[in-house]
């Protein structure tokens, strides 16, 4: 049980952009180091890791985040690299459960058997999966390490101890678009959701739209194994990333997170903090805000954070068509994946 700790907010404008859009989620980056070595996330020859002392520490973790808490965030939800690879994650947990706000994770689950007790004692209760195959050998190539059992049993874990599971899926054609149905019918007995996301451009991860596959190639799959009059589509929440659906009768749902071929950021919600704090208003955007270096020293991050929200472009960081998208000048100079969070 998370300590019943709430931080007063103050109604301030910092973090509406120029679009109208309020960004009351957090997304933190705990660490640039992962234990797998998945290929749309970490380029093949691994990334030039920041020096420690340019990364946040636990404490500056915590601070800055009380900022964006005060200034109107009410979810944070904390990513890596792999979050859980932190010797210090269990403090910074405790400490960001005394903001008040409702907080998550996205993790490989290779770690999680260590942490489901101060998962319980802090209020972690949303638990994102990163797993790209059901196949032992395919998760072996996409994530060049050889952990799928344990990360299978991990997530069995997590949901028969009573956590909100999400598994993310990142589709690839000629790779695991034909796992579809299988990673569907992980939801017929489990209460679970699985979330398809589109495979996106990053520094390093050879992406091209060749191997895109769309929201409607999935839901044709679906359709032709399952039936039409079995798929029900489900009520989006609010800021929604995923559309979502579930097959009459099953007890889990699924949803698809269509991030480049149709995208929901007319709706977006979300900035994210890196490890070496650095703020982006966008997934899609190079542009970056310095916020750990004037925290050092001192200055008043308001500023910072609101000059950062109102440069936001209306959709992906400019980026509106394929042409753009294609265009490696456009996306080959943002950070890897795994320098960004999840």
Same mark, same amino acid.
């Given at each position: 049980?998370a300590?019943n700790t709430?931080?007063?907010?103050k109604?301030?404008?910092i973090?509406?952009d120029?679009?109208?859009?309020?960004h009351?989620?957090?997304?933190i980056s705990?660490?640039?180091k992962?234990?797998?070595?998945?290929?749309y996330?970490?380029?093949?020859?691994?990334?030039?890791?920041t020096?420690?002392e340019?990364l946040m520490?636990a404490?500056e973790?915590?601070?800055?985040?009380?900022?964006?808490?005060?200034n109107?965030?009410d979810k944070?939800?904390l990513t890596?690299g792999e979050p859980?690879v932190r010797?210090?994650?269990?403090y910074?947990l405790?400490?960001?459960?005394k903001l008040?706000?409702?907080?998550s994770?996205?993790?490989?689950a290779?770690?999680?058997h260590?942490?489901?007790?101060?998962f319980?004692?802090f209020?972690?209760?949303?638990?994102?999966v990163s797993?790209?195959?059901?196949?032992a050998?395919?998760f072996?190539f996409?994530?060049r390490?050889?952990?799928?059992?344990?990360?299978?049993e991990n997530?069995n874990?997590l949901?028969?101890?009573g956590f909100?599971v999400k598994?993310n899926?990142?589709?690839?054609?000629?790779?695991?678009?034909?796992e579809?149905v299988?990673f569907?019918k992980?939801t017929?007995d489990r209460?679970l959701?699985?979330?398809f996301?589109?495979?996106?451009?990053?520094?390093? =991860?050879?992406w091209?739209? *060749?191997? @895109?596959? !769309?929201? &409607?190639e999935?839901?044709?799959?679906?359709?032709?194994?399952?039936g039409?009059?079995?798929?029900q589509?489900?009520?989006?929440?609010k800021?929604f990333?995923?559309r979502?659906?579930?097959?009459k009768?099953f007890?889990g749902?699924?949803g698809?997170i269509?991030s480049v071929t149709?995208?929901?950021?007319?709706?977006?919600?979300?900035?994210r903090?890196t490890? =070496?704090?650095?703020l982006k *208003?966008? @997934?899609? !955007?190079? &542009?970056?805000?310095d916020?750990l270096t004037?925290?050092r020293?001192g200055e008043n991050?308001?500023?910072?954070?609101d000059?950062?929200?109102n440069?936001?472009e209306?959709?992906?960081?400019?980026?509106?068509?394929?042409?753009q998208?294609t265009?490696?000048?456009?996306h080959n100079n943002?950070?890897?994946m795994?320098?960004?969070?999840?």
């Open positions: 049980m300590p709430t931080l007063m907010t109604v301030t404008p973090l509406t120029t679009h109208g859009r309020t009351n989620y957090l997304r705990l660490s640039e992962c234990n797998l070595r998945c290929t996330c970490m380029p093949h020859d691994g990334i030039e890791l020096p420690s340019d520490t404490d973790i915590i601070s800055i985040a009380r900022v964006f808490v005060e109107g965030v944070i939800r890596g859980l010797k210090d994650f269990s910074i405790e400490e960001l459960s008040g706000v409702r907080f994770i996205t993790t490989n290779l770690l999680t260590r942490f489901i007790d101060d319980k004692r209020g972690l209760q949303d638990i994102n797993l790209d195959s059901l196949n050998e395919k072996k996409i994530t390490r050889d952990q799928y059992k344990k990360a299978f997530i874990q949901i028969a101890e909100h598994v899926a990142v589709l690839m054609k000629g790779f695991n678009e034909d579809i299988d569907i992980l017929k209460d959701n699985v979330r996301i589109e495979f996106m451009p990053f520094d390093g =991860n050879e091209n739209k *060749n191997k @895109l596959v !769309s929201q &409607a999935i839901l044709n799959r679906v359709n032709d194994h399952f039409i009059e079995a798929l589509p489900l009520v989006n929440e800021n990333t995923a979502n659906f579930k097959i009768g007890k749902s699924f698809i269509s149709n995208p929901f950021c007319d709706s977006c919600n979300r900035i903090l490890a =070496n704090g650095r *208003n966008c @997934l899609f !955007s190079n &542009a970056e805000t916020l004037p925290f020293a991050l308001e500023q910072l954070i000059k950062a929200l440069k936001k209306a959709v992906r960081a400019g980026m509106t068509d394929f042409d998208l265009n490696p000048d456009l943002n950070r890897s795994i320098a960004i969070g999840g």
